[in-house]
Nanobody, 122 residues
Framework: QVQLVESGGGLVQAGGSLRLSCAAS????????MGWFRQAPGKEREFVAR????????SYADSVKGRFTISRDNAKNTVYLQMNSLKPDDTAVYYC???????????????WGQGTQVTVSS
């Protein structure tokens, strides 16, 4: 089973930027797809972005489109989430996910990372 370790979270002012990293070890699953999710206090975990094995196909939640960019470096077994124009509503624990798959409105994930806190101050 793949192990995922996130890094790069922190405190940033509104309008600022952060880049999250997710280092993977072990098999990432049959499709090799990776993703990011987030969970704000008192809210359910929600999808943020997904990238396929080759990095060519990406998808984003509407709330982050145009501001966040997911990418990967397969040579380093690392997935990134570049977050620009951050807003206080982006405050959450961000989780890396292996094999994210959507069935209607429900997401299933093969493995989760431990999460990294992102706090955006106004």
């Amino acid at each position: 089973q793949v192990q995922l370790v996130e890094s790069g979270g922190g405190l940033v002012q509104a309008g600022g930027s952060l880049r999250l990293s997710c280092a993977a070890s072990g098999r990432t699953g049959s499709s090799g797809a990776m993703g990011w999710f987030r969970q704000a206090p008192g809210k359910e975990r929600e999808f943020v972005a997904r990238i396929n094995w080759s990095g060519v196909v990406t998808s984003y939640a509407d709330s982050v489109k145009g501001r966040f960019t997911i990418s990967r470096d397969n040579a380093k077994n690392t997935v990134y989430l570049q977050m620009n124009s951050l807003k206080p509503d982006d405050t959450a624990v961000y989780y890396c996910a292996a094999e994210p798959s959507q069935n209607a409105t429900r997401w299933t994930v093969g493995s989760w990372g431990q999460g990294t806190q992102v706090t955006v101050s106004s």
